[in-house]
């Protein structure tokens, strides 16, 4: 059982910053591919960011490109999600999800509890 803890949620004004990090209990972190997703009131989930083992891959759905980059430091069981330039449009719950790279593409066999990112206008 792998435990996924985010943290670095918070409030800020538009234009700002923050830092997402997913930090993962697994001994087997770097086989995990890690996506962002993340869900605001109302609306359905969507995704945000994916890095490949290895990091040697990343993809950013287009609504983030250019302003977010993900990134991880496996010796920490950490991923990144570095987000600037935010905008009132980002406020969501943000979840990481892990698959590990034996399971079907599409399915996600851990996921987080959120943390919440605000951004105000």
């Known amino acids: 059982q792998v435990q996924l803890v985010e943290s670095g949620g918070g409030w800020v004004q538009a234009g700002g910053s923050l830092r997402l990090s997913c930090a993962a209990s697994?001994?087997?972190?770097?086989?995990?591919?890690i996506n962002w997703f993340r869900q605001a009131p109302g609306k359905e989930r969507e995704f945000v960011a994916t890095?490949?083992?290895?990091?040697?891959?990343?993809y950013y759905a287009d609504s983030v490109k250019a302003r977010f980059t993900i990134s991880r430091d496996d010796s920490k069981n950490t991923v990144y999600l570095q987000m600037n330039s935010l905008k009132p449009e980002d406020t969501a719950v943000y979840y990481c999800?892990?698959?590990?790279?034996?399971?079907?593409?599409?399915?996600?066999?851990?996921w987080g509890q959120g943390t919440q990112v605000t951004v105000s206008s």
């Open positions: 890095i490949a083992v290895s990091a040697d891959s990343t």
């Open positions: 999800a892990a698959r590990d790279v034996r399971s079907p593409p599409g399915t996600y066999d851990y």
């Open positions: 697994a001994r087997t972190f770097s086989s995990y591919r």
